[in-house]
């Protein structure tokens, strides 16, 4: 089965120090929680992109990646 995720086209290689995400505070805090941010030059979710280490704080978190990459992830 397929994991919802999230691609974001840089348009060309960056380097990448972090990515930050941040979900709702309300009562669907869990969309924000268990995620898994890769960065890379490959355009497919599952290919030989980077995974940084992945978000377990509810609200969001900033987690470290320090590559380059063109495309960035969020996967659930």
Do not use: H
């Amino acid at each position: 089965m397929l994991k919802p995720y999230f691609k974001y086209d840089l348009g060309s290689t960056k380097f990448i120090k972090a990515v930050v995400v941040i979900g709702r505070l309300d009562a669907w805090r869990s969309q924000s929680i268990y995620w898994i941010a890769k960065v890379g030059n490959d355009g497919d979710v599952d290919g030989s992109n980077t995974e940084c280490v992945g978000g377990s704080e509810p609200g969001g978190q900033e987690v470290a990646c320090n590559t380059l990459g063109r495309f960035v992830f969020i996967q659930k």
